[in-house]
């Protein structure tokens, strides 16, 4: 396995489990490898779509996502399930990719922010975030709606606490979150009794 990553990971940022990993600088970028032999195969659905990740079993979802499947929009953030940037669904359940290991992940469902849009509920959490213009960097948002989607599969018309407690692991550190809450609230009521 020779895994690239975007940036250069600094010692804190390497997700837990990755202990093991050589980690060689290359120019800007680093390269990940165990230094074994061949790696197994994983096949992950991913937005309904099977595809072989050639990869450790422990390799965090995230990075198999962004830097072998090329789906770049689900963020690393943290690196340490503590800030939500990397929120994906695996069968409609929020969770944080940058720790789960792809080997627990054959048979589920794999949904990102690519395909969110495809059910009734993501489009119109997405529309409800355009409307309300709630993005400011951006950089956190795909997990914001990742999360919101999740909500919403469980709670048809969520109190302000509801949001707020389900939400309250993903940190957008330019403050949306009272934009965030106006956006579920109109996702909820646009879709009562039309969600598959
Ligand atoms: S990058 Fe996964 S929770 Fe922060
Ligand atoms: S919009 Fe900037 S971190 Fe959330």
Sequence with gaps: ???????????????IGTESYE????????????????????????????QSFDLSPDVPLLWALRDVAHLTGTKFGCGMALCGACTVHVDDVGVRSCVL????????????????????????????????????????????????????????????ADIDNAMSGNICRCGTYSRIRDAIKEAASSTQGKVE
Excluded at 1 to 15: D, Q, R, S
Excluded at 123 to 144: I, K
Excluded at 145 to 152: E, F, K, Q
């Design 1 to 15: 396995m020779h895994l690239l990553m975007e940036t250069i990971i600094l010692p804190w940022a390497v997700p």
């Design 23 to 50: 980690i060689v600088e290359i120019h800007d970028r680093v390269s990940l490898t165990t230094g074994e032999g061949a790696e197994p195969v994983f096949v992950l659905n991913i937005n309904g779509v099977d």
């Design 101 to 160: 290991p792809i080997s627990g992940l054959v048979g589920k469902k794999i949904t990102t922010i690519e395909g969110v849009a495809d059910s009734t509920l993501g489009r119109a959490v997405q529309t409800a975030w355009l409307s309300n213009e709630v993005v400011q960097c951006g950089y956190c948002q795909s997990g914001q709606i990742m999360s919101a989607v999740a909500l919403l599969k469980t709670v048809d018309s969520p109190s302000d």
